[in-house]
T-cell receptor, first 113, second 111 residues
């Protein structure tokens, strides 16, 4: 049981490049979400999903796309990276039916130059 | 949407003293209020949570109180230890969907 796995751990992109941050969980959690963490800003919700085929926007969705084709995976796509997207990205999941605690991944540190 | 404000942004205490972190929320429908601890370079970890049908919850040296009328909740850490040094985040949500976080409090406990 690996919990929530994020890849890569570190990434440097040039402005305008695209990439996908991967998130996978092996706990059969229905709910998955992406946050970005910036100094002094706390954790801000980007997108979330309550199950396969269902996604919705959070507080700061612009510039990011998500899809949820399986229960296990919830990738976050940056279509055209901008320096403002330099941040630490966390994926989190929880079981809809069993308590409310979120399990976080270890994070991806993204730098856009 | 929900907005969570957290104070103070930094807090320094002497080992053995108590620490209190306060949060306010805007959406009266919010009914779930967790607290997370994040050590440097690590992921956030849930330390305690409270639901709106409870006014106070304790777990050893940690307690959380909730005032639904005033829409604020607080984290209390007693007998602080150096290993309590970390960033603490409060959060609020309706039925745990769309968990919205405060901006964090950096707690430093000096020996």
């Amino acid at each position: 049981n690996a919990g929530v796995t994020q890849t890569p751990k570190f990434q440097v992109l040039k402005t305008g490049q695209s990439m996908t941050l991967q998130c996978a969980q092996d706990m059969n959690h229905e709910y998955m979400s992406w946050y970005r963490q910036d100094p002094g800003m706390g954790l801000r919700l980007i997108h979330y999903s309550v199950g396969a085929g269902i996604t919705d926007q959070g507080e700061v969705p612009n510039g990011y796309n998500v899809s949820r084709s399986t229960t296990e995976d919830f990738p976050l796509r940056l279509l055209s990276a901008a320096p403002s997207q330099t941040s630490v990205y966390f994926c989190a999941s929880r079981d809809l039916g069993a308590g409310y605690g979120y399990t976080f991944g270890s994070g991806t540190r993204l730098t856009v130059v | 949407g929900e907005n969570v404000e957290q104070h103070p942004s930094t807090l320094s205490v002497q080992e053995g003293d108590s620490a209190v972190i306060k949060c306010t929320y805007s959406d009266s429908a919010s009914n779930y209020f967790p607290w997370y601890k994040q050590e440097l370079g690590k992921r956030p970890q849930l330390i305690i949570d409270i639901r709106s049908n409870v006014g106070e919850k304790k777990d050893q040296r940690i307690a959380v109180t909730l005032n639904k009328t005033a829409k604020h909740f607080s984290l209390h850490i007693t007998e602080t230890q150096p290993e309590d040094s970390a960033v603490y985040f409060c959060a609020a949500s309706i039925n745990t969907d769309k968990l919205i976080f405060g901006t964090g409090t950096r707690l430093q406990v000096f020996p």
